[in-house]
């Protein structure tokens, strides 16, 4: 199957790459592409090219250009890892904020209305609070990542730092 943009054939070790920089398997990746894990196979072997419907899956779930699987394109691999770590954090970062909302919105029926946490006095911050202002890009966080990154310590700049159930 010719390339609908060029004679070459498609890049199939690509693929493979960014499967592989995803550290999805072939059947998470079949599962995005909306193709088998049979396809996946040929598609990585370059025995069968994949379809523009399937590779445009990819592309949008990853946040990928197009130009990725353009044969005779270079690829600039530094910064598609840069995309797919920003992806990721992305998706890690709306899933904790998704879990401590859930925690927090469920403390009262988890420990029974006399045992309701009251809003901090002193203007403290809760313990979601504590653990989103880490999280770079969430509304608390942002205000802290620039002094955070100003520190030189890589792990509290991405938000990792954590320590007894504070973030640091």
């Known amino acids: 199957m010719a390339h609908a943009l060029s004679t070459e054939r498609f890049p199939a070790e690509r693929l493979r790459r960014i499967r592989t920089l995803l550290r999805w398997t072939q059947a998470e990746l079949a599962q ?14 370059g025995t069968i090219e994949p379809r523009w419907s399937a590779i445009g899956r990819l592309l949008l779930a990853t946040g990928l250009p197009v130009t990725i699987f353009m044969p005779g394109k270079s690829v600039d691999w530094m910064a598609v890892e840069q995309t797919l770590l920003e992806q990721r954090l992305a998706t890690l970062r709306a899933k904790l904020e998704a879990q401590l909302a859930a925690l927090d919105a469920d ?38 990542s620039a002094n955070q990154a100003a520190s030189g310590d890589p792990s509290t700049a991405l938000g990792l730092g954590f320590h007894m159930g504070r973030a640091a």
Do not use: C, F, N, W
């Open 107 to 144: 403390a009262p029926l988890l420990l029974g209305p006399d045992h309701a946490t009251p809003a901090p006095a002193d203007g403290a911050e809760t313990s979601s609070q504590i653990a989103l202002s880490s999280v770079p890009g969430s509304a608390l966080g942002s205000a802290k």
């Open 32 to 45: 995005v592409m909306g193709v088998s894990t049979a396809s996946i196979r040929v598609y990585e072997a």
